[in-house]
């Protein structure tokens, strides 16, 4: 199962390195684009929801990995001083998500 890691910046100028078991994180986040806070971790709980089931599916365990990125996110968010700012994607690797293999999941 291919993994991914994305770096984020939150409006008081952190920067966060976070990991994902799946390239799913391509579905909900884009690198270069910035996110009301509330929408960034709305979109990131689910991908990473997702994430976690996809490692389910295939080895029988959720993967934990993916939740305690979620929990360090949820952390810094808890940490930010304004609800109004923005968190910004900065990078995402791999850049892209590889073509499809038949009966394959990313």
Known sequence: M??????????DGN???????SLVIHDHLTAGAD????EFLQRVST???VAAERV???????CTSAMQTLE???SAAAQ????????RVLSMNPSSV?????????
């Open 80 to 87: 930010t001083l304004t609800e109004t700012g923005t968190v």
């Open 72 to 74: 360090a996110i949820e």
């Open 47 to 49: 991908a990473l929801t």
């Open 15 to 21: 920067v966060q390195s976070c990991y994902s078991p």
């Open 98 to 106: 590889p073509a499809a293999t038949p009966g394959g999941k990313s």
């Open 2 to 11: 291919p993994e991914m890691t994305f770096d984020i910046r939150w409006p």
């Open 35 to 38: 996110y009301p806070i509330d």
């Open 56 to 62: 389910k599916e295939k080895f029988g365990f959720y």
